[in-house]
């Protein structure tokens, strides 16, 4: 089983920026699609951004679109969710996930490990 553990969250002031890291450990995730959720005070959780596993395929939620960044380094186990201009209503518990199965890269039901998500708090 793996586990994923995401860091780098904290409190900035809109404009700013922040780098989310999910370090995954237990087993390789080297072979697996990945995705960043957030969920944000009274919402549901939803789709942030997807990276392939190969990391050539990119997909964003269109919120953030052109503001983040997903990438992933697979010799140490790592995606990293770059956050920049940053907004308010980014405000959220932010997850990292695999992918477990073939379905749509934005639906949660598609990943199968979750970590146990950070803060991420913009203020204005």
């Known amino acids: 089983q793996v586990q994923l553990v995401e860091s780098g969250g904290g409190l900035v002031q809109a404009g700013g920026s922040l780098r989310l890291s999910c370090a995954a450990s237990?087993?390789?995730?080297?072979?697996?699609?990945m995705g960043w959720f957030r969920q944000g005070p009274g919402k549901e959780r939803e789709f942030v951004a997807h990276?392939?596993?190969?990391?050539?395929?990119?997909k964003y939620a269109e919120s953030v679109k052109g503001r983040f960044t997903i990438s992933r380094y697979n010799a140490n186990n790592t995606v990293f969710l770059q956050m920049n201009s940053l907004k308010p209503e980014d405000t959220a518990i932010y997850y990292c996930?695999?992918?477990?199965?073939?379905?749509?890269?934005?639906?949660?039901?598609?990943?199968?490990?979750w970590g146990q998500g950070i803060q991420v708090t913009v203020s204005s």
């Open positions: 237990g087993r390789t995730v080297s072979s697996y699609p």
């Open positions: 996930a695999v992918q477990g199965n073939s379905g749509e890269y934005y639906d949660t039901r598609s990943y199968g490990s």
């Open positions: 990276i392939s596993a190969g990391g050539t395929i990119r």
